[in-house]
């Protein structure tokens, strides 16, 4: 099964600051990882798909980047709704599977 | 619009037996797999498996393996999961979610409590 290690596992920061989030993964997967944020009792969400491209409704400070087995969930302008858990998943293969999650808290 | 709905939160003795379902609308059920996703109290998401739901055919990751079933009603664009012999490590919510590569819609969860 490919591992996905996502770090930092919690990233304090404050309104209005950009943000990077990693997710590496045990072997090369191309471009297929996706990322989701998951608001405390809600379901995820699909922010980021393919790694980098963006989907409808979907904020435009949030963007994504990597191939092969780095990737990164770039938040521009962290806003106060954007305090949440991020997880990536990859569907390169059977059975996919998600990353432990980092935690966007507020300094 | 597309929705996945599931049924509401269940409350259940160790070695019960539970069949939460996931109804999905505004799109061709059998044209998407329906995937599930087992989410811990204060854990990350850990998945399951998935239906095909053209066939019927599940495919369970490892430790899904033995007492989770997988199955559908199509006639009524219906997924179910069912838990049999419930354990304490089962409570979790659980999340259908619709595929295959990445997961664009998601149900609201369902939360199965076990306990004595």
């Known amino acids: 099964d490919i591992v996905l290690t996502q770090s930092p596992a919690t990233l304090s920061v404050s309104p209005g600051e950009s943000v990077s989030l990693s997710c590496r993964a045990s072997?090369?997967?191309?471009?297929?990882i996706h990322w989701y944020q998951q608001k405390s009792n809600e379901s995820p969400r699909l922010l980021i798909k393919y790694a980098s491209q963006s989907i409808s409704g979907i904020p435009s400070r949030f963007s994504g980047s990597g191939s092969g087995t780095d990737f990164t969930l770039s938040i521009s302008r962290i806003e106060s709704e954007d305090f949440s858990v991020y997880y990536c998943q990859q569907s390169y293969s059977l059975p996919r599977t998600f990353g432990a999650g980092t935690k966007l808290e507020l300094k | 619009q597309i929705q996945l709905v599931q049924s509401g939160p269940e409350l259940k003795k160790p070695g019960e037996s539970v069949k939460i379902s996931c109804k999905a609308s505004?799109?061709?059920?059998?044209?998407?797999?329906i995937y599930w996703v087992k989410q811990a109290p204060g854990q990350g998401l850990q998945y399951m498996g998935w239906i095909n739901t053209a066939t019927g055919k599940s495919t369970y990751a490892d430790d899904f393996k033995g007492r989770f079933v997988f199955f559908l009603e199509t006639s009524a664009s219906t997924a179910f999961l069912q838990i049999n012999n419930l354990k304490n490590e089962d409570m979790a919510a659980y999340f259908c979610?619709?595929?295959?590569?990445?997961?664009?819609?998601w149900g609201q969860g369902v939360m199965v409590t076990v306990s004595s």
């Open positions: 505004g799109y061709t059920f059998t044209n998407y797999g």
């Open positions: 979610t619709r595929g295959p590569y990445y997961f664009d819609y």
């Open positions: 072997q090369g997967i191309s471009t297929s």
